[in-house]
């Protein structure tokens, strides 16, 4: 009996483990200018300070999405062919889902546009709020007994 018990608080703790994930969810919907989905278009997702790429595909909806991703800074680049791919640049942080989303245009292969200054992403696909809380803000929290 004492076994199961301990097993079954062992799953317990185990799960709480893994429910405390440190990382982001990226998803999006791209489209042409006119508003037509693009299914089965790519999309790169690469740390720029790791330097690891996650690579997706949009489905037939035009919805592509990827969990699991560590917080940091993320280059995000959406291709199809006969469309000009476009790069974006974002910030992820510990628990953010992100929504980022795409307009290709008509054009060659060969051409691409970075956006450099984009305004901040906008959590609309969940009604959490949150912010990052740095170590110096901790450290200066005022605490009774605190010499």
Do not use: H
């Amino acid at each position: 009996m004492k076994t199961i018990r301990f097993f079954g608080i062992f799953c317990v703790v185990l799960l709480s483990c893994f429910a405390q994930q440190p990382t982001a969810t990226l998803f999006g919907r791209i489209t042409d200018i006119t508003g037509a989905v693009m299914p089965d278009a790519a999309v790169e997702i690469s740390n720029t300070e790791t330097g690891v790429k996650w690579q997706v595909k949009t489905n037939g909806s035009g919805y592509y999405t990827q969990p699991l991703l560590p917080s940091g800074n993320y280059q995000i680049t959406a291709t199809l062919k006969g469309f000009r791919p476009v790069t974006r640049a974002i910030t992820l942080a510990v628990d953010q889902v992100a929504r980022v989303s795409f307009s290709l245009e008509i054009g060659a292969v060969t051409e691409t546009i970075v956006v450099t200054s984009a305004p901040p992403v906008l959590e609309n696909g969940t009604a959490s709020m949150g912010q990052v809380v740095t170590a110096r803000a901790v450290r200066d929290l005022p605490l009774n007994g605190r010499n």
